[in-house]
């Protein structure tokens, strides 16, 4: 089985570019079935009121349960305090299996991972470069799993796709996907460094072809059990115990209450400087 991890499907809101324009799954179907892609976990595009967009998300998976499995996107910022509440809805109602962050909305919150541990649910966490928050999910949530795609930069940030190996080796709540990582010279040797055991298939679609995609993989020359763990298996491992409710936490714990700007929860000794932390 082949399961692509990561893959925005429905309409935005915006016109900034096609991320949170629209994310059409006709061609991306397609692709995927040349490919022998059976399976695709997917969320929203970018949009300014994720309620909706998950809505959307929500009415594909339930056309198509059998093809799809969906992740609630979660805007850390403008969700702040009605988290939990949506994740449950998610899980419950739309019988999502995890959690879409990205950091061009805002940086993760303490909200949003503890949802996810009450949930049980792994958080797809895109943190664009900001590789060093990584450290601070790992070990102060070491019961969620966070997978950093792209290896940590879609922009190619050598430098950040690097530091992302360290993590991947040291912490075993980190997991990275394939999608969109151009430099395959970084890619073998995140693999030869880390093992297969880390590492999800993704395409980044419908914007990527996942046939190319997956190329990458076929590549690497992985050996058989390796090739169905990166396929595969390492994704539903994440996926076994989600929506298996864990302690009850406050739905609200760890929220930034409303109203008060999101620099007073910043570092105070690095005040007017910009904080890859937790806000």
Known sequence: MIIDCHCHAGKGDGLTGPWDTDAPLTDYLEWAKEAGIQ????????????????????????????RFYGFAFI?????????????????QAYK???????????????????????FRLP?????????AVVELLATQYPEVNFIIPHLGSFADDWKAQLALIDHLVRHPNIYTD???????????KAFERVGAHKF???????????????AKIRALHLSVKEERMVLAANLLRLLSKAGAKASRVSGK????????????????????????GLT
Request: net charge positive; proline share 6%.
């Open 123 to 131: 958080i797809l966490y895109d943190v664009m470069g900001e590789v």
């Open 178 to 188: 394939t999608s969109g990582v151009r430099r395959f010279d970084i890619l073998k």
């Open 75 to 91: 805007h850390p910022e403008r969700d702040r305090g009605r988290v939990y509440e949506m994740v449950k809805t998610a899980v």
């Open 96 to 118: 999502f299996c995890g959690i879409k962050v990205h950091r061009y909305d805002a940086r993760i919150t303490r909200e949003i991972c503890e949802a996810a541990r009450s």
């Open 200 to 214: 999800l298939f993704g395409s980044d679609g419908p914007w990527l072809h996942p046939g190319v995609e997956l």
């Open 39 to 66: 399976k695709t976990v997917i969320f929203a595009a970018f949009h300014s009121d994720y309620r909706v967009a998950n809505r959307e998300v929500a009415s594909i998976v339930r056309k198509y349960p059998n």
């Open 253 to 276: 714990a760890g929220a930034i209450p409303a109203g008060l700007p999101p620099s007073r929860y910043r570092d105070p000794w690095l005040a007017g400087q910009e904080v890859f």
